[in-house]
């Protein structure tokens, strides 16, 4: 073979070789581009880890077994809330919530938090809408001293007239405080003007005015009158027997006398606002103004709540990738961020879309973020923006469980609002059953911006002149 013959030979085996390497170059794509893989259907735990039975007295226990960790968590439910208040007790189930961890049984604030410090464990309580909640965690060899110390913050608070008169205090201040806050402030003047007089249109912590009545014999009579075995959960977690767990509530708790749960509370009106209305804060000091657009939305039972959660991550509640952010933020520039949600109560809560923005660019953001809502109604998500949709709502729901009282506490809100108990099994399933049409009804039939309220946090001056057309403006004081 000639020099000539056999150069041409190796030129034609390295361009092979070139060719080949190309070609795995750009062949399988890496693993960021690729469509992430479909979530397993399985039991979120073990069904022979979880134990569920009633007391005599109708107290409901669930025990999920986990001894991956020497720890354990354990909490008091109630199912009432701040929703059974009415306008005037504003705040009352908050308060009597926090005095829960201001002394108990035979101690006094500072030798329960002194006991609590003293074992490494952490006592907390608090109250939302629909519910009352009290627990302990700390090390399982624990297990007995946390449990009567979770029983006297239960079952036998103090209420020492001292604590609440502090508590009281430290509430009005809280409030006082929140008004600077602009996001705040167009929360709560959201909700009032969605919900006028209903007890929704004021804040889970109550108002200066109602805390101004609070004292420890309402807080105790309150506690009286919410707390029965019949109408709470009692939930453990964490590195312990069932067995001896159960003999040990009913030790504790067997002797706790049923009672009759309070109502619910009113249910807001179905419709809400029933035509568009404006409000404007005045605060001249602001350089934005803080924006928040709302109306009625649904309650946490309601049949479609999942097909509505997969459109509003479309709308607004996924972040860069929702609509309402490209719009804003990504192509004007108008904002830094914008978020929608709807608020799952017993009752249905509000939906609410909240941003802000440049005095000046008011009603340019404005007109964007009504014209986003008109066309989510007008076009729907298609399947290309629902794909990624319903793996984010898989994705949020599989980090919301990573821990066992994460589990525990996701079992017993189902209790709370009479949910399935293989809600949280079949969560994934039904995500991926949620079609386009599903969504499209979802939207016509919980979006209305064309009567909703909207609440603007900023210098009226500026403010109002830029509102012509969009409807009746009223504006009032912080």
């Known amino acids: 073979m000639g020099a000539r013959t056999a150069g041409l030979c190796l030129g034609i085996v390295l361009a092979a070789t070139v060719a080949v390497g190309c070609g795995s170059l750009v062949g399988p794509k890496p693993a960021w581009e690729l469509p992430a893989p479909l979530p397993e259907d399985r039991a979120v735990v073990d069904p022979a880890a979880i134990t569920r039975l009633d007391l005599d007295n109708g107290l409901r226990v669930l025990i999920h077994e986990d001894h991956r960790l020497p720890r354990v968590a354990m909490s008091l439910t109630v199912r009432r809330g701040a929703a059974v208040e009415s306008p005037d007790e504003a705040g009352a189930v908050a308060f009597m919530a926090e005095l829960l961890e201001r002394g108990a049984g035979d101690r006094d604030a500072l030798e329960f938090a002194e006991v609590t410090d003293a074992l490494g464990a952490d006592f907390s309580s608090g109250a939302d809408w629909d519910s009352v909640g009290a627990g302990i965690s700390g090390l399982s060899r624990d297990f007995d001293t946390l449990l009567d110390l979770l029983v006297d913050g239960v079952l036998r608070p103090r209420f020492a007239e001292r604590d609440a008169e502090r508590a009281r205090d430290e509430r009005l201040a809280a409030l006082e405080r929140a008004k600077d806050d602009p996001s705040t402030l167009a929360s709560w003047s959201a909700s009032r003007a969605i919900y006028g007089e209903h007890r929704f249109g004021l804040p889970v912590s109550g108002t200066a005015e109602t805390v101004a009545r609070f004292d420890a014999a309402s807080a105790r009579a309150l506690h009286e009158r919410l707390f029965v075995p019949n109408g709470a959960i009692l939930s453990v977690s964490g590195d312990v027997d069932p067995d001896a767990v159960v003999a040990a509530l009913r030790e504790r708790f067997g002797a706790w006398p049923r009672g009759e749960m309070v109502d619910p509370g009113a249910p807001p009106p179905g419709q809400t606002p029933t035509e568009r209305r404006i409000v404007v804060v005045d605060r001249p000091d602001l350089g934005q103004v803080r924006i928040v657009v709302g109306h009625e939305g649904i309650a946490r039972t309601d049949e479609d709540r999942i097909a509505v959660s997969i459109f509003n991550l479309v709308l607004g509640g996924a972040g860069f990738s929702s609509r309402l952010m490209v719009a804003l933020r990504s192509e004007e520039g108008l904002t830094y961020g914008v978020n929608s949600g709807y608020s799952l109560r017993r009752a249905p809560g509000p939906f609410v879309v909240s941003t802000f923005t440049r005095v000046e660019e008011l009603r340019k953001a404005l007109d964007i973020l009504l014209g986003q809502l008109e066309e989510a109604r007008a076009n729907p998500p298609g399947e290309d923006e629902l794909a990624w949709a319903r793996t984010l709502a898989a ?84």
């Open 395 to 478: 994705g949020r729901f599989a980090l919301s469980l990573e821990t066992s009282s994460a589990v525990t506490r996701s079992l017993a809100d189902l209790d709370v609002y009479g949910l399935p108990e293989d809600s949280l099994d079949t969560y994934r399933s039904r995500v991926r059953a949620i079609t386009a049409d599903d969504v499209a009804a979802a939207a016509r039939a919980h979006l209305h911006p064309d009567r909703a309220a909207i609440v603007l946090v900023g210098p009226a001056e500026a403010i109002t002149p830029q509102l012509e057309g969009l409807g009746p403006v009223e504006v009032v004081e912080p």
